[in-house]
């Protein structure tokens, strides 16, 4: 199949969030826990779509508005919290999750998993932890160059890079893409919404929308500004080949 012309699971776009000023995310059970699946007892639905969350550590964030809003747009919530230990071994924890949903029959294109903040690096460890090129990866915000000094990895997967234009701590997601001819599709996107770095400690549309958009395998859609097109790598080399359009 062409990756490039896959459609979006019309379980997942129906419920997509809309951009309009008029939009109001469904939270009226933020105050108990989210949905959240055992991925070794999963009984996948056909048009089900399961996302690792992999939250940030800043008191700021609002975890439990987020955890609901994803569940809200259509994703079944697997949230996976640091537990004190080392970055890779978070990854390979992550990892392990991955695999235990493709094993009990869920299809790698209907897993993501998404880092935000201080779990931007963990997911893209993650990603060069599971090796497949079919799983999506969301890296909201913080992508940290240096992680590549630190560690040796190559990432893999269809990978989503977002942050605001306005967080100067945030950098350019492609570094830590370079050289991987394991990620299938990817995308390094900025918006302008004048959050900065808060962006992501809400469930707000400027990130959901183009996150379950890429995540259902469609067009990027951001207010007036309307991507339809990500970078390959070209076949037999690391390098990358951007499609028409960029």
Not at 55 to 73: C, G, K, M
Not at 122 to 130: E, F, K, P, W
Not at 157 to 183: I, Q
Not at 212 to 232: F, Y
Request: glycine letters at 10%; a neutral charge; one cysteine or more.
């Amino acid at each position: 199949m062409n990756r490039n012309s896959r459609t979006a699971s019309p379980h997942l776009l129906r419920r997509a969030l809309p951009l309009s000023g008029s939009l109001v995310l469904a939270l009226a059970f933020a105050s108990t826990a989210a949905a959240q699946a055992d991925p070794a007892a999963v009984s996948p639905a056909s048009d089900a779509q399961y996302l690792i969350y992999l939250p940030s550590r800043a008191a700021n964030v609002d975890q439990d508005a987020i955890f609901h809003a994803l569940d809200e747009v259509g994703f079944t919530v697997i949230p996976l919290a640091y537990a004190g230990e080392t970055k890779a071994e978070y990854a390979w924890r992550a990892a392990g999750e991955v695999r235990a949903l493709i094993a009990n029959g869920v299809a790698p294109e209907a897993i993501t998993v998404l880092g935000a903040g201080s779990g931007t690096s963990i997911a893209a460890l993650t990603s060069a932890a599971t090796g497949n090129r079919h799983v999506n990866f969301v890296l909201l915000g913080r992508c940290d160059p240096l992680l590549k000094t630190s560690h040796t990895f190559r990432m893999s997967g269809r990978v989503l890079g977002l942050r605001d234009s306005a967080d100067a701590g945030s950098g350019s997601c492609r570094p830590l893409w370079s050289d991987s001819p394991k990620v299938s599709e990817r995308r390094d996107m900025v918006v302008s919404t004048g959050f900065g770095a808060t962006l992501f400690d809400q469930p707000r549309p400027e990130w959901m929308q183009p996150v379950a958009e890429w995540i259902g395998g469609g067009r990027v859609d951001v207010g007036k500004m309307r991507i339809g097109s990500v970078e390959r790598p070209a076949s037999g080399h690391g390098k990358a080949v951007t499609g028409a359009g960029d």
